[in-house]
């Protein structure tokens, strides 16, 4: 099956794809020499500039789903296809004003430590850890199912192969790099993929004349529905779905799982906000290029008669363009243009996914092994051994559900959830317990399982999954939000106060808020890590 | 390895946090800090969701033209990315100045604080000085030992 008028294998985009790959692994091989101990392997060493932060910030979040998928959602529906990036972006802000510096200061490696800083340890971990395997899950698949119909359509390799070389790639990364080579991963990719868009960009507005809004009229005259297509209401009919939607975008990002991680990888707060702006700098520019890019499309392939191309979910809206600004198809310029988009859409996926299985397998050996099963007494050897087993297995199981569920999951609902999920599991317990003194270890895990099992619910009885829906929403959000806060506040004050949960909370607190006592970078995780002023007094000297 | 790979985040039970947290210094950051977050996060919520909700109760509205198709809706929604923009680089400025400073100043108080009343870890009323703490540094000692 090639949707696109290429020949069987693409070698252009396969010689342009080996670069990449080449690249990454040298990085990895670097990286794999100066993982040796936790700190180093979870994060980076904590020797990750405020700068570079940002750009892996970026290149984690900017998925496949956002370069291929809004620009086709864009070219589909106009409007509507831009309320998705205007909440993927604003959302940053909520993580910089609640979450970014308190996750720095008082989290180690995983969204679980800040959770269970003062509450008992193992429940709270446990459902933290919970929380987070669900959000990766979701996010995962939806990536490795996004990635082999991508690559099968753009470089004309096998859905099978696709998925399977995408999870091997990534397992590299992750098992022999770690974070080091995951977050340089990252931020080759997300350089890649603005450069790519700049150009790109600039490609449709020459075509424009240089005005913009001569865009906008060419576009929707070449729309199938010219009336609406300037106007919200062509993707979502229903009201409520729109600010269920929003509420999951805004809120979700502060709950994923992958994203938090990445505070972790910085010398210090400061570096922690800096690296949120340069990722809003970075990822706001990339979306406001998105509308050219999707209105481009339309107005561009509209022109040229070759809308017919494109696919039912406008994935391939982008790659096309490129294609016919570069000469069109059969040409030398159209055909380097499309194998260099589809190499960025392949480095694209990598980089996530790798972001993702490395958040993953923090939850399976940081919380769930040492913490929870062990107990704290396993060494660090032991623990950085059974992430990298951790990660093998949640990549294996991810590229065989992958390659078996196939082209029949659907990809944008998947990536809904794990927004909706993050939004409503995760965000309320950790916003609560680095908030609220009397919430305690009950209320988390009420939470955390309220808040999940209300989203998946109503997706599951919703109209995206049965034919005869029991809820017409297929947004849940905005139930399942307030039902994760409420199951929070409702499991706090129904039971018991908990002594150490309160008295802990000053030091939570005071260590979110200043830094005091916060984690140090070691050194040799990255480029030389600043001294930390704030805590230049040894304060980790436990009495013995 | 002083951050050890087994447990959380590690706790610091030599400091007097009870203090700390009450210290001036760290009143008025957290004052300070909330006088601006509060606001900004409010302000953010209601351009947001007025946003989203004109865009999903009124797309007429929204999809009329302010100059040669240049819409009413992309207009908004152009504001929203000035809005993260700004209100980002607002909240560094103010982290710098304001912020990190009195951050600083609370922590070394706290710290100051902690040495004068080492080794007799004697607390000021407020409550009975559990240390349940004690027994999560203990195993990170125990592995600091052991490595």
């Known amino acids: ?544 | 390895m002083a951050d050890g790979a087994a447990g959380g985040s590690t706790h610091h039970p030599d400091i007097d946090w009870e203090a700390a947290e009450r210290s001036p210094e760290f009143r008025e950051l957290v004052q300070k800090r909330r006088s601006f977050v509060i606001p900004a996060l409010a302000f953010v919520f209601i351009w947001y969701f007025g946003f989203i909700v004109l865009a999903g109760y009124a797309p007429g509205f929204m999809g009329e033209s302010i100059y040669e198709g240049f819409t009413v809706g992309y207009a908004l929604a152009l504001t929203q990315f000035v809005m993260t923009w700004f209100l980002g680089w607002l909240y560094l400025r103010r982290a710098d100045r304001v912020f990190d400073p009195l951050a600083r100043r609370a922590s070394e108080r706290a710290l100051a604080a902690s040495r004068a009343a080492a080794p007799a870890t004697e607390t000021p009323a407020g409550g009975p000085r559990l240390d349940p703490a004690a027994d999560r540094t203990g195993t990170s000692g125990e592995r600091v030992r052991r490595s």
């Open chain 1, 1 to 544: 099956m090639t949707l696109l008028p290429i020949a069987d294998v693409n070698v252009e985009a396969v010689s342009i794809f080996a670069v990449v790959v080449a690249v990454t692994l040298a990085i990895t091989y670097w990286a794999s020499k100066r993982t040796t101990d936790a700190t180093t392997f979870w994060a980076a060493g904590r020797g990750i500039t405020g700068a570079q932060n940002g750009f892996a910030i970026a290149g984690d979040y900017m998925s496949a789903a956002s370069f291929l998928g809004i620009a086709g959602l864009i070219f589909l529906f106009g409007f509507d296809g831009f309320l998705y990036s205007v909440g993927f972006l604003v959302a940053f802000l909520v993580v910089l004003y609640l979450l970014a510096e308190k996750m720095r200061n008082s989290g180690k490696f995983t969204m679980a430590d800040v959770l269970s800083f003062r509450l008992n340890e193992r429940p709270a971990r446990t459902a933290a850890a919970l929380g987070t395997l669900c959000v990766v899950a979701f996010y995962l698949i939806a990536q490795m199912v996004g990635a082999g119909i991508l690559i099968q359509a753009l470089v004309g390799i096998d859905f099978s192969l696709a998925v399977l070389l995408t999870g091997i790639f990534m397992l590299c990364y992750v098992v022999f790099g770690g974070m080091l080579a995951t977050t340089w991963v990252q931020i080759i990719k997300a350089v890649l993929l603005m450069t790519a868009t700049v150009v790109l960009s600039l490609f449709v507005l020459g075509k424009m004349g240089w005005n913009p809004v001569d865009l906008f009229n060419r576009a929707q005259a070449q729309s199938d529905n010219p009336g609406g297509y300037l106007e919200p209401g062509l993707r979502f009919t229903n009201p409520v779905d729109t600010i269920s939607l929003g509420i999951a975008l805004l809120l979700g990002t502060a709950g994923l799982p992958h994203i938090l991680m990445r505070f972790f990888t910085v010398p210090d707060a400061k570096a922690a906000r800096s690296s949120v702006v340069w990722a809003t700098a970075l990822i706001g520019a990339f979306y406001v290029m998105t509308t050219f890019l999707g209105f481009g499309a339309r107005a561009i392939l509209g022109e040229a008669g070759a809308t017919g191309g494109v696919d039912e979910a406008g994935n391939l809206a982008a790659p096309l363009l490129a294609q016919e600004v570069g000469g069109g198809a059969g040409t030398a310029g159209g055909d380097a243009f499309l194998a260099i988009i589809a190499a960025v859409a392949f480095a694209t996926i990598l980089a996530v996914v790798a972001g993702l299985v490395i958040s993953a397998s923090g939850a399976v050996a940081h919380d769930v092994w040492s913490n929870v099963i062990r107990k704290g007494h396993d060494s660090e050897r032991e623990e950085v051994h059974v992430a990298r087993i951790a990660a093998a297995v949640i990549g294996a199981i991810a590229i065989a559900i992958a390659i078996i569920g196939g082209e029949t999951l659907n990809v944008s609902y998947m990536v809904g959830l794990a927004f909706a999920v993050a939004a409503s599991a995760n965000f309320p317990a950790l916003l609560l317990a680095l908030t609220w003194r009397r919430f305690n270890t009950t209320g988390a895990v009420v939470g955390v399982l309220a808040g999940a099992i209300t989203s998946i619910g109503l997706v599951l009885i919703g109209p995206d999954v049965r034919a005869d829906p029991i809820i017409e929403l297929s947004q849940p959000a905005i139930i399942s939000v307030p039902v994760g806060f409420l199951g929070c506040i409702l499991g706090t004050l129904l039971s018991r106060r908990e002594v150490k949960a309160d008295h802990e909370f000053g030091e939570l607190w005071v260590r979110s808020e200043t830094g005091l006592g916060a984690e140090v970078p070691v050194n040799g995780g990255g480029p030389t890590p600043r001294p930390r002023r704030r805590t230049a007094e040894p304060v980790g000297t436990a009495r013995q």
